[in-house]
């Protein structure tokens, strides 16, 4: 696939987790497609977040939750915070169908963390 097919192929990904948000999101925007992918989302209101989707990371839900414990703790300089989704949760999962195969006995998901974007 090429890089455009990549991005496009989360669109329902990313949709599916922008739903487990309180989020009155206007405009999605892809803004970097490498390891990760991430987007730019915009709410009605005009406040703008950031979605990094972690296709072809190979970190634990424990690395992210630790990634996250880390940047919650920093306070001496301006940082993205991570925002909860609907559950409560920071980390939130979505289906990516692109790359639905089976990988060490299960089906491999998508795993997001929503940031407040910061100027």
């Known amino acids: 696939m090429t890089i455009e097919q990549q991005v496009e192929s989360l669109a329902a990904c990313a949709s599916e987790i922008i739903a ?3 989020l009155d999101v206007a405009t999605t925007e892809s803004i970097n497609h490498e390891f990760n992918s991430t987007f730019k ?7 703008p ?3 990094r989707i972690n296709v072809n990371s190979t970190r634990t839900i424990e690395n992210l939750r630790a990634e996250i414990f880390w940047v919650n703790s920093i306070t001496n300089v301006q940082v993205p915070k991570p ?3 609907t559950a409560g ?7 990516h169908d692109a790359t639905g195969r089976i990988v060490a006995g ?3 998901l998508a795993q997001a963390l929503t940031f407040g974007w910061f100027l």
Do not use: I, R, S, W
């Open 20 to 22: 487990q948000y309180d």
């Open 106 to 108: 299960f089906m491999h």
């Open 49 to 51: 977040f950031a979605l």
């Open 89 to 95: 949760e920071f980390v939130t999962f979505g289906n």
């Open 41 to 47: 989302l915009t709410t009605q209101a005009g406040e």
């Open 83 to 85: 925002v909860v989704n």
